[in-house]
């Protein structure tokens, strides 16, 4: 089978997983994600093949809904990528970018590779701007979240722990997370996007915080 039949095979697959799914991590967030990761990739000297299998399949099995099984999206991926033929330094490097691409927290970071930088950092430009903001509330709503809560402050320190059994607002959640994203950012490109969607979320809160003051 060729690069470009594995990666045709893989988006079927990926398709066919991800239908129906409701929390912002659909077939689109696959879609998008894989796009950026082009695009990035474009400006370095990495692994095209690596790049675009790890994109399609990062949230193949994402540890927020498997009962916080970190390893389930690797195994998953290597049995999807071993049953196509797929060589095993590739399947390996694949693994590597599945199993570490998501944000637990910034000291937890263990991409190693250029092709998983570049997937995370794709995968970061879709949680924030326009999209990352409809995508936060659409989570809010899957987990049972409130859009906001003046009793509920930011937790701005979060442990691992924490942060994956978080019971915060979504408003809460632009300052421990989206808001940092922008100086996370490992290739200059993505820091560039990143630039103009950080901006656009702050103008976001500022009307958001003003409607939700104005007591006229
Ligand atoms: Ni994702």
Same mark, same amino acid.
């Given at each position: 089978?060729t690069k470009l039949?594995?990666i045709?095979?893989t988006?079927?697959?990926v398709?066919?997983?991800?239908e129906? $799914?409701g929390?912002?991590?659909?077939w689109w +967030?696959?879609?998008?994600?894989?796009? &950026?990761?082009?695009?990035?990739?474009?400006? $370095? &000297?990495?692994?095209q093949?690596?790049v675009e299998?790890?994109?399609?399949?990062?949230?193949?099995a994402?540890?927020?809904?498997n009962?916080g099984?970190e390893?389930?999206g690797?195994?998953v991926?290597?049995?999807?990528?071993k049953?196509?033929?797929?060589?095993?330094?590739d399947?390996?490097a694949v693994?590597?970018?599945?199993?570490?691409?998501?944000?637990?927290s910034e000291?937890? &970071?263990k991409?190693k590779s250029?092709e998983?930088?570049?997937?995370?950092d794709a995968d970061?430009?879709?949680?924030?701007g326009a999209?990352?903001?409809?995508?936060c509330?659409?989570y809010?709503g899957y987990?049972g +979240?409130?859009?906001?809560?003046?009793n509920?402050?930011?937790n701005l320190?979060?442990?691992k722990?924490e942060?994956?059994?978080?019971?915060?607002?979504?408003i809460n959640h632009?300052?421990?997370?989206?808001?940092?994203?922008?100086?996370?950012?490992?290739t200059?490109?993505?820091?560039e996007?990143?630039?103009e969607? +950080?901006?656009?979320?702050?103008?976001y809160? $500022?009307?958001?915080?003003? $409607?939700?003051?104005?007591?006229?």
């Open positions: 089978m039949e594995i045709k095979k988006i079927e697959y398709k066919s997983k991800s129906g $799914e929390s912002g991590h659909d +967030h696959i879609f998008r994600v894989w796009n &950026n990761a082009k695009l990035i990739s474009k400006g $370095e &000297n990495s692994d093949f690596i299998l790890g994109a399609l399949l990062h949230d193949i994402d540890y927020k809904f009962k099984d390893e389930i690797g195994k991926s290597k049995e999807w990528l049953d196509l033929n797929v060589e095993d330094k399947i390996v693994v590597h970018i599945v199993n570490n691409v998501s944000f637990k000291a937890n &970071n991409i250029l998983g930088k570049i997937v995370q970061r430009l879709d949680a924030i999209i990352g903001i409809a995508r509330f659409a809010g987990k +979240h409130s859009i906001y809560d003046p509920i402050k930011p320190n979060m442990t722990e942060y994956k059994s978080q019971k915060g607002t979504q632009f300052y421990e997370k989206l808001l940092l994203l922008k100086d996370l950012m490992n200059q490109t993505a820091k996007i990143a630039k969607r +950080h901006e656009f979320m702050e103008k809160l $500022e009307e958001f915080f003003a $409607e939700w003051e104005d007591r006229k």
